[in-house]
């Protein structure tokens, strides 16, 4: 099993979990790590398939783009934080139920 296959399904298997985690889970904060676990996945398998062919060096393109991603993963997650504390503040909630129960 070639190391090209490994990460392309690790990463899959990341961004399925993930997308289960954030269709089941009602918590907010839960909700911003499932997210986590698909961007996660999704860099998994990007740096994985940019060395395609073994002994070439890999393609950089995708390698750049993992950069990039991880950069505005980080930004999209502090605003997600930072809105499900501002939801907080205003109505004492973090779940998308309509019970006021945490």
Request: avoid cysteine.
């Amino acid at each position: 099993m070639s190391s090209v296959l490994v990460f392309a399904l690790t990463g899959v298997v990341l961004i399925l979990l993930g997308l289960y985690a954030l269709l089941v889970q009602r918590h907010l904060l839960r909700k911003v790590l499932a997210f986590n676990v698909i961007s996660s996945g999704i860099f998994l398998l990007l740096a994985g398939l940019a060395r395609r062919t073994p002994g070439v060096e890999p393609d950089p393109v995708p390698q750049a783009m993992v950069l990039t991603g991880i950069v505005v993963a980080v930004a999209a997650t502090a605003l997600a934080l930072a809105m499900i504390q501002a939801l907080r503040s205003a109505t004492g909630r973090t779940r998308l139920d309509d019970s006021g129960e945490d």
